[in-house]
């Protein structure tokens, strides 16, 4: 039996893991859950996996739950506290720490599960593409083993073969036959959309993805196409893949995750309905399979897949994000940073869908950091960034 830390239950990832548990009981066991401040869904689910430990990062939030646990006679211990959660992160006796806290928020916590030589089933993409090779590097070190849970990385993953799947990040494409990687997205609830409709998109609309169900930042992300340079930019390193290994390609029916083009000819892809479940299920009992939950696959009801090349014109946050890459770990921590806040501006009604890319290109052209040596160097870009993109913020608020 697996013993399972889950760092970010409460949201969409960490409910979805949950629910592969439940349906297979008998191969995991919940050790820890990590949240911020969702009280009411972390208690229900101490009342249905006991686990020894719990994390909330917020303290108020941490003593609030103790008390519902107390008064309901479970044993969960509550710790709070980033600290804390770096420690149920590398909690010995773990095998699979599942790495879904939104934003920077989880880079701490998942550089603790690393440097404990962790299994870490990654959701949290902001770990790569904020220090990425000082990520790769540690990883390498203490012998920590990564699996993606995001559905096209995933996807990838499923298709290669064993030896990259046992060497991500180190072993080469080509010597493993691998030509390239088609990354595909969705494009989105708003890729046939003009440019005066993007202008008037709401947060509702944004949030609406036509297939998946997902939080509300990475939902916006998915309608920018920022989400799918960033799944880039992960790639990059997850897979160890050149510029050239690496096509986009719009797929709106999500029915195709993603494909590898071998030099033989061959074109490999995953298949399945839009369940994240599925990715989920595949990572915490690879090299085998289990029950997901996910609904099967039925052809007969498929009308047509469609495929097209992205349009940097219609999403240009694609572009910025894939250029970014290629400028190194500096502008892709900043390109980050700026985008969580222009998201989170976009989300409370403060400014324009569209003026989210404005946000992001000012930062990066009007900052010019060196590039990052340490994780302190991280940190302290996204800091220094974050400040630039809410300056930018408030000079745009309707």
Not at 45 to 63: G, H, I, T, Y
Not at 146 to 170: C, T, W, Y
Not at 272 to 277: F, G, K, L, Y
Not at 350 to 371: A, D, G
């Amino acid at each position: 039996m697996k013993k399972i830390t889950i760092l970010g239950s409460t949201g969409s990832i960490g409910t979805s893991v949950l629910s592969v548990i439940q349906k297979n009981l008998n191969l995991f066991k919940v050790i820890a859950l990590v949240a911020n401040t969702n009280i009411t869904t972390m208690l229900k689910q101490c009342e249905l996996f006991s686990p020894d430990w719990v994390a909330m990062r917020d303290k108020k939030s941490a003593n609030i739950l103790r008390k519902k646990l107390k008064k309901r006679k479970i044993k969960t211990q509550v710790l709070s506290g980033e600290k804390d959660i770096c420690k149920l992160a590398s909690l010995e006796g773990t095998d699979q720490v599942i790495s879904a806290i939104v934003g920077m928020a989880g880079l701490l916590p998942t550089l603790s599960a690393i440097y404990a030589g962790k299994t870490i089933l990654l959701a949290n993409k902001e770990s790569l593409i904020t220090c990425g090779y000082l990520f790769m590097k540690a990883v390498a070190f203490s012998g920590a083993k990564i699996f993606p849970i995001d559905s096209e990385h995933n996807a990838i993953f499923q298709v290669l073969p064993l030896e990259i799947q046992k060497n991500l990040g180190i072993a080469p494409l080509k010597k493993n036959g691998v030509k390239y990687i088609l990354l595909t997205g969705s494009g989105g609830p708003f890729y046939n959309f003009s440019a005066s409709e993007l202008s008037n998109v709401t947060p509702l609309q944004a949030c609406s993805h036509p297939n998946w169900v997902m939080g509300r930042k990475i939902s916006v992300d998915s309608a920018t196409m920022m989400n799918k340079g960033l799944e880039y930019a992960e790639a990059r390193w997850l897979f160890n893949a050149l510029e050239s290994e690496i096509k986009i390609l719009i797929h709106p029916e999500s029915i195709i995750h993603s494909m590898v083009q071998y030099y033989d000819g061959t074109l490999l892809a995953q298949l399945s309905v839009p369940d994240i479940r599925i990715a989920i299920s595949y990572v915490m009992s690879w090299p085998n399979r289990v029950h997901s939950g996910a609904s099967l696959l039925n052809f007969s009801k498929i009308n047509h897949l469609s495929f097209f090349e992205p349009d940097f014109a219609q999403f240009p946050c694609l572009k910025l994000a894939i250029d970014s890459f290629s400028q190194g770990q500096a502008a892709m921590t900043t390109l980050n940073a700026a985008n969580e806040i222009a998201v989170s501006a976009f989300l409370d009604s403060k400014i324009s869908f569209t003026k989210i890319y404005e946000v992001n290109i000012e930062i990066l052209m009007s900052s010019c950091f060196s590039e990052p040596n340490s994780i302190e160097d991280v940190l302290e870009i996204d800091r220094k960034a974050r400040i630039l993109a809410k300056n930018k913020v408030s000079s745009l608020v309707f």
